[in-house]
């Protein structure tokens, strides 16, 4: 059965936000928000972007080994009020250097497209890191 490019794109925004959020949860699965730092069970936490998801060639940029990191978890209340952009951009450059956020906001203003293959790629990709990860 063919997949369509919305349904491939729904499977690998689950695929990288189960990745993130895991991922930077500590052994008892605790995770801090990006922007709060409230801590709770990355099950519980949403994994918010600094760039709207509607910017493609950001929407699943996360590349922390480039500092290139347009998600990480933040609790509902933060993701819900707009993201905290202002603070997860200021938290970004603290962690990556002075001037990630700036780079990433240039990044989301190119013209991207993908594939339902590169789609699919991606997705696999994420789900096999998280499969790896520990508990």
Known sequence: MMITKSKAKV?????LSDYV???????????????????????LVDCGHFITRSKMSTRWLYKPEEGMVNMM??????????G????????????YGEGTA???????NETTKFS??????????YNDLFRKLPG
């Open 11 to 15: 499977k690998l925004d689950k695929a």
């Open 73 to 82: 978890p933040q609790c509902k209340q933060c993701n819900l009020t707009g």
């Open 21 to 43: 959020r895991k991922s930077n949860a500590d052994e008892f699965g605790q995770v801090n928000c990006f922007t709060c730092t409230a801590r709770k069970n990355w099950k």
């Open 84 to 95: 905290q952009q202002y603070l997860f951009a200021k938290r970004l450059d603290v962690i």
């Open 102 to 108: 700036d780079k990433i906001l240039r990044k989301s």
């Open 116 to 125: 339902i293959a590169e789609l699919q790629e991606m997705t696999a990709y």
